[in-house]
């Protein structure tokens, strides 16, 4: 995982993405659980659109050739910042539980510093 190119993280973040993605599309239920969400077929639905999505954001970054890789983070942080944006939203607004909220908003946002940080030390 470690290279001359400083991808690390990124890789990581990557693999993390694919992990949570898989989790998302094949264990939704206890996906749900983990995060203290009810599993409704509403919760369920959008819990596949984000493995999707995951997946789709990990597999793209860990193929890309060197040249790519630097789209794909700032792609990431668009989706990470507007995430975490809107995670800070439910929070503000106390429409979603606390302890639902905060452990994504972390996620989220905890990808969005480090994608931030990667892209300005390019």
Known sequence: MVSNEGTTVPVALAVGRVLLGAASLGAPHALNRAF????????????????????????????????????????????????TVAGLGNVRRGDISPRTAWPLVALTGAYAVAEAIRLSVR
Do not use: H
């Open 36 to 83: 203290g969400a009810r599993s409704t077929p509403e919760s369920l639905y959008l819990m596949r659109v984000y493995g999707i999505r995951a997946l789709a954001m990990g597999f793209g970054y860990l193929t890309a050739g060197p040249r790519e890789r630097a789209r794909w983070l700032r792609l990431g942080l668009l989706i990470d910042v507007s995430d």
